[in-house]
């Protein structure tokens, strides 16, 4: 029995389904009828649910009435109906979805074992294991004060139940919506905190479990309590459209004659409007007419024929065409399928269509009820379907259980489970390997890291996106394809910016304990090299360099190389005189050389030439190494330098920016045609993506 249900009064405003709860209550006082029977109490329900399940067996319907009316007998609602009553509406909402017998059996008595003395073992005995479980899993959402205190730790175990099989939420749900159904005479205050709570969790989880059927009732409970000027408005607007020619009408009998003249069997209803959904119309259009009060909806028998559909639209319609979106094609997180377009009815009015299947209608009104038993074998073609494969886990459910888990504190866990929940879509990301990701839109490829591999995402150091190189921090779009880069050193973690990147609760929760575990040590400069915060261009050096030396052509003047490139032979040079009478000696690649000739500056010819009798060479050249970050890279580094016989003249390490790190280093060589090789031997240092001269412009994922 929820707080809920113990404090409620009768039914008030609310439109839609309902059910007489004086009439069950005289059923339920009657008494349970003749023996193998059902109760006329139950009489419906059974009906209703036979029109989803013909051949279901009601024995278990039947049994199941009998124990909860004998052990609720005596209980009362606020309203003063026998307490049955609500067991009995939160079945039936159940039913007119099409659950399974044994969700709708474990309804009926989801509040005996709180509120009366049948146990749960007495559950087990009369209707076996998989009810026995359902209803302890109601039965731990138990009876709380919606306080501030209390709300974390009571959602955290209805997440837990939930995970464990997604009915216990089904039934959840439905007893909201009955126990919203009646909150008329409680006390103002008291509704809005429990509307609250129920905008803020119950309806995102409605949403996620594809069960549109209960989410749109429960948000316009939530309008009227909430916002009841803003509800009544909305009320007063549709009312007034109530008697006045609909347009939508006049548009769905043209739909229909240019179906059944194009050979399609179809049905085309005209949809109404939930009204949050024409409040939210309201807010994004302004001013409304009478075809935004709807939409049409066209019912086929298979996928083929939606599409056959949308083709006649668009032929014989006027389409617009940013309205158009397939989620046949690519489904939404919470199984929903559905062709959307729009086009312009006869009046010229826009038309909003939705297309699909009498079971993609099933599934996107009831979700995962539709599915049936949960544990029945899935089809084949689901296994390759992450998000789908198992309809008690779905994807986005087992990630929140994983951080639940994670969560240090209930506040913790109901922050972030208020953020998840917020995210009202998801995307889809493809694999480099094959396979599926399922994250909130706005995710990045530190979010996925952590989605793919849980705490081994600690050791991603970089990742591709569509076969290019990208930030960690880089945000992934709907239909990307990822490959990520994971270091083998399993002492790698991640770095304090990535929580600056990482959306999902999951990501930030793991970086965050990891983190806090492992404090950043203090920076240590290279060894026999200096410390240097940030790499700084060299001074230019003298021309001398041993057996080859630069000569500027039609002048005596005495020649300088360039620091910011430092050519060395055989490069390709370029001078440009400066102040002093000097010329100063560029690769002719360096950017240095565009911004001179920019500026007016006239070019010197600059060759190389070997003198005789020199002594050993002394080249000097600054290479600019791009990895990602992990320990004992710049002792790799140096050794492979030392092995090619050059020296290190200067080094400097940038601080690491999303798991990358620059190297800069400036090397003298014996010869300048050890300079290729040397540069092949760096690129071959595990970690090391590219290896270039300084000054060259080097083409990455931007840092």
């Not at 302890?136 to 004060?145: N, P, R, Y």
């Not at 939530?222 to 007063?236: C, N, Q, S």
């Not at 489904?331 to 299947?357: C, D, M």
């Not at 990501?507 to 790499?535: K, M, N, Q, S, Y």
Request: glycine share 8%; hydrophobic share 40%.
């Amino acid at each position: 029995m929820s707080a809920e249900a113990t404090n409620e009064g009768a039914p008030g405003r609310r439109r839609g389904r309902r059910i007489d709860l004086r009439r069950l209550g005289r059923a339920a006082l009657r008494g349970s009828g003749s023996r193998g029977r059902l109760p006329d109490a139950i009489d419906h329900v059974a009906k209703v649910h036979r029109a989803h399940h013909p051949g279901a067996d009601l024995d278990p319907l039947r049994r199941a009435y009998l124990l909860a009316e004998s052990s609720h007998r005596g209980q009362t609602r606020k309203s003063g109906e026998p307490y049955i009553t609500h067991p009995l509406a939160v079945t039936l909402i159940l039913a007119e979805l099409g659950a399974e017998t044994t969700t709708l059996t474990a309804s009926l008595l989801h509040d005996t074992v709180e509120d009366t003395d049948v146990t749960l073992d007495q559950v087990g005995e009369q209707f076996g294991a998989e009810v026995r479980f359902l209803v302890d899993g109601v039965t731990k959402l138990e009876k709380v004060d919606y306080g501030a205190a209390a709300e974390p730790e009571t959602f955290r175990k209805m997440l837990v139940a939930t995970g464990n099989d997604v009915r216990v939420m089904s039934i959840k749900l439905a007893d909201r919506l009955h126990n919203m159904r009646t909150l008329g005479v409680m006390r103002p205050e008291k509704q809005a905190r429990i509307a609250k709570v129920t905008r803020d969790v119950l309806i995102p989880l409605a949403e996620r479990l594809g069960v549109q059927a209960l989410k749109t009732e429960l948000e316009d409970l939530v309008f009227a309590i909430l916002h009841p000027e803003e509800y009544a408005r909305t009320r007063d607007f549709v009312l007034a459209h109530a008697d006045r020619p609909d347009p939508l009408e006049a548009t769905a009998a043209g739909v229909r004659s240019l179906l059944r003249d194009a050979g399609i069997t179809a049905e085309v209803h005209v949809r109404r409007r939930h009204f949050v959904s024409v409040h939210r119309v309201r807010l994004k259009r302004g001013e409304l007419t009478g075809s935004d009060l709807g939409r049409l909806l066209v019912l086929v028998g298979e996928d083929a024929d939606c599409y056959a559909v949308l083709g006649e639209l668009h032929t014989c319609f006027t389409p617009f065409i940013s309205e158009f979106k397939d989620f046949i094609a690519a489904p939404k997180f919470n199984l929903y399928q559905s062709l959307h377009t729009a086009v312009a009815g006869q009046g010229g009015e826009a038309a909003e269509v939705l297309i699909r299947t009498h079971q993609m209608h099933r599934v996107a009104e009831a979700g995962v009820i539709a599915l049936g038993n949960p544990y029945a074998a899935p089809e084949p073609c689901d296994a390759a379907d992450g998000e789908r494969v198992d309809p008690t886990r779905p994807g986005w459910l087992s990630r929140l259980l994983e951080w639940q888990r994670a969560a240090p504190d209930p506040d913790t866990f109901w922050t972030s489970l208020r953020d998840e929940l917020a995210q009202d879509r998801e995307i889809t990301v493809f694999r480099a390997d094959g396979g599926t990701i399922g994250l909130p839109a706005g995710s990045s490829c530190v979010d996925a890291a952590y989605a793919l591999h849980g705490e081994g995402g600690h050791r991603c150091i970089g990742a591709r996106v569509n076969g290019r190189l990208a930030a960690l921090g880089t945000v992934l779009r709907d239909g990307d394809t990822l490959h990520l880069l994971m270091s083998r050193d399993s002492a790698s973690g991640p770095f304090p910016d990535w929580l600056e990147h990482a959306r999902t609760p999951a990501a930030r929760i793991a970086i965050g304990r990891w983190l806090a575990t492992h404090p950043a040590p203090e920076p240590v400069a290279p060894p026999d090299t200096p410390a240097a915060p940030r790499p700084t261009h060299p001074a230019p050096t003298p021309t001398a360099r041993g057996p080859v030396a630069a000569v500027a052509e039609g002048t005596a003047a005495g020649v300088r190389l360039a620091g910011c490139c430092t050519p060395v032979p055989p490069d390709e040079v370029t001078g440009f005189p400066v102040r002093g009478g000097a010329v100063t000696v560029h690769r002719v690649q360096c950017p240095v050389v565009d911004r001179m000739v920019t500026a007016g500056k006239q070019p010197v010819r600059v060759h190389w030439r070997s003198p005789d009798g020199t002594s050993p060479g002394d080249y000097r050249v600054t290479l600019r190494a791009e990895s990602f970050s992990r320990p004992h890279l710049l002792a790799d580094l140096t050794e492979v330098i030392a092995a090619e016989g050059a020296a290190v003249i200067s080094a400097a390490v940038e601080p690491p920016h999303e798991q990358r790190v620059r190297h800069t280093y400036t090397l003298q060589l014996a010869d300048a045609a050890q300079l290729p090789e040397l540069m092949r031997a760096m690129r071959r240092v595990p970690g090391v993506y590219d290896v270039e001269r300084a000054g060259r412009p080097v083409v990455t994922a931007p840092l």
